[in-house]
């Protein structure tokens, strides 16, 4: 597998609540998803991560706020967000951007998200390898998918 991983936010790593206003880092409540301790844990051993994400309401250090509260932020080494790419994940450009930055070819890194379209199929016409964290269970043929994130620390 690739030497860095990029990592959606929400419902990916953080859980996403649908009803909850503002930005993550200010809501009541945070949570990190299951096994996403334990998965950065393991993997920030041996890879870079970082996390991509659409959120547009959210600056930098807004993400990173948020990720300090669920005890994540010691294991993700950047955050990725319109603010500092200027696009969003559903412009391949959005991923190309992110590798020139860390001054890698698109195919050493690896996108795992939930959102089929923007998290995985984006990134693979981008160059990146990538995962789908399928939460209901569905299996895709042309990506490697998984149903919890623990599962990444078996590739």
């Known amino acids: 597998m690739s030497s860095i991983y990029l990592f959606d936010w929400g419902d990916t790593l953080m859980v996403d609540y649908v009803d909850a206003i503002g930005k993550m880092c200010d809501w009541p409540s945070v949570k990190a998803v299951d096994g996403a ?10 890879h870079d991560i970082y996390v991509a994400t659409n959120a547009a309401d959210s600056r930098e250090q807004d993400i ?3 990720f300090q509260r669920v005890g994540l932020a010691p294991f993700i ?8 790419i200027g696009l969003n ?5 959005f991923y190309i951007r992110i590798a020139n930055k860390l001054g890698v070819p698109p195919e ?3 996108m795992v998200g939930d959102n089929e379209v923007n998290d995985i199929a984006t990134a693979v ?16 043929s042309s ?3 998984i149903t919890s994130l623990t599962e990444l620390t078996h590739i």
């Open 64 to 66: 990173k706020a948020a």
């Open 143 to 145: 990506y490697r998918t």
């Open 125 to 140: 016409k981008a160059g990146l390898n990538a995962v789908w964290l399928s939460h209901s269970g569905a299996k895709h």
């Open 77 to 84: 080494k950047g955050y990725f967000c319109f603010e500092n």
């Open 89 to 93: 994940k559903q412009d391949p450009d």
């Open 108 to 110: 050493s890194i690896t």
């Open 37 to 46: 301790l334990e998965t950065l844990e393991i993997l920030a051993r041996k």
